[in-house]
């Protein structure tokens, strides 16, 4: 069976944020990269909400946009009180784009074929969010406190992965 790589995965390899090798970004591309890519699985996740008939999927699906809404909510609060402008970037930029063609692919899907490829969108999502978080965002983010709100938020990634690739398995 042939995979395909997610769109967001996708950009995020191809504009070198899950790579070592990127350009480092400064602390206000790092905010608005986090804020894109919270909005992005915030609206995949409102999706299947609507979509799936899946008590399951559905029960991920709302965990999903709760928690992505809380970490882009803490992430407003701090670049308000440090005064900092989240500044729009090419990866800001490419994640809501291919956020919207991830939407686009998955609104012309239904039923079981929608929370598979929904699924595993997820999976392959938070796993590159997380190399990005590693090897890019945390090491890369100079202000202590944003630093600070980026590992705070690591582990609710970490679950959000495990939970999406045992809901995978369920799926297959």
């Given at each position: 069976?042939?995979?395909?790589?997610?769109?967001?995965?996708?950009?995020?390899?191809?504009?070198?944020?899950?790579?070592?090798?990127?350009?480092?970004?400064?602390?206000?591309?790092?905010?608005?990269?986090?804020?894109?890519?919270?909005?992005?699985?915030?609206?995949?996740?409102?999706?299947?909400?609507?979509?799936?008939?899946?008590?399951?999927?559905?029960?991920?699906?709302?965990?999903?946009?709760?928690?992505?809404?809380?970490?882009?909510?803490?992430?407003?609060?701090?670049?308000?009180k440090l005064n900092v402008t989240p500044?729009?970037?090419?990866?800001?930029?490419?994640?809501?784009?291919d956020g919207g063609a991830t939407l686009?692919?998955?609104?012309?899907?239904?039923?079981?074929?929608?929370?598979?490829?929904?699924?595993?969108?997820?999976?392959?999502?938070?796993?590159?969010?997380?190399?990005?978080?590693?090897?890019?965002?945390?090491?890369?983010?100079?202000?202590?406190?944003?630093?600070?709100?980026?590992?705070?938020?690591?582990?609710?990634?970490?679950?959000?992965?495990?939970?999406?690739?045992?809901?995978?398995?369920?799926?297959?």
């Open positions: 069976m042939k995979k395909s790589i997610p769109l967001l995965l996708s950009f995020l390899l191809s504009a070198g944020l899950a790579s070592a090798h990127a350009a480092a970004p400064n602390d206000a591309e790092i905010a608005a990269i986090v804020v894109a890519a919270n909005a992005v699985d915030i609206d995949a996740g409102k999706l299947a909400q609507s979509k799936t008939s899946s008590k399951t999927v559905r029960a991920f699906a709302e965990r999903m946009v709760a928690d992505h809404t809380s970490v882009n909510q803490q992430a407003a609060a701090l670049v308000q500044s729009e970037n090419d990866t800001s930029k490419g994640l809501k784009k686009a692919k998955l609104k012309g899907m239904s039923g079981k074929a929608f929370d598979k490829a929904y699924v595993d969108n997820e999976v392959a999502y938070h796993q590159t969010v997380l190399d990005a978080l590693d090897k890019t965002l945390i090491p890369n983010a100079a202000n202590a406190e944003l630093k600070a709100l980026l590992v705070k938020v690591r582990p609710a990634f970490v679950a959000h992965l495990e939970h999406a690739k045992h809901l995978q398995g369920e799926l297959k």
